[in-house]
């Protein structure tokens, strides 16, 4: 483990958001959703690819509070702008289990 200091830690932007849309990723080399978050307003509704496709459906993703990382800058992803990093961990077999917000917290708030 790499240890890092608390300024180095409050570099990365780690913001409340709602998932607002999610599309099939068609063009994904690996099974993957479009998703839209809304970031509130100062930061606004971003975009990103992710491959979340084992747990979550189309549904059940539009609507749930997460946690993006907003300033990593941007992506292309097979001809799609990724915004931010959708935060989430590895489960034993390697599908993405998201990182949520309960209770959900308003979008744009800063982690702390």
């Not at 931010?84 to 308003?106: E, Q, Y």
Request: aromatic share 8%; net charge neutral.
């Amino acid at each position: 483990m790499k240890v890092i200091t608390y300024e180095e830690f409050e570099r990365v932007d780690l913001r409340s958001g709602t998932i607002v849309k999610a599309e099939e990723f068609l063009r994904a080399k690996k099974p993957a959703f479009k998703i839209w978050a809304d970031f509130g307003d100062e930061i606004g509704v971003l975009q990103t690819s992710a491959q979340v496709t084992a747990h979550y459906t189309l549904e059940s993703l539009v609507g749930m509070p997460i946690v993006g990382c907003v300033n990593l800058g941007e992506k292309n992803i097979a001809g799609f702008l990724s915004q931010f990093l959708l935060v989430g961990f590895s489960d034993k077999n390697g599908s993405i289990c998201l990182v949520t917000v309960a209770p959900k917290a308003p979008n744009g708030k800063k982690m702390c």
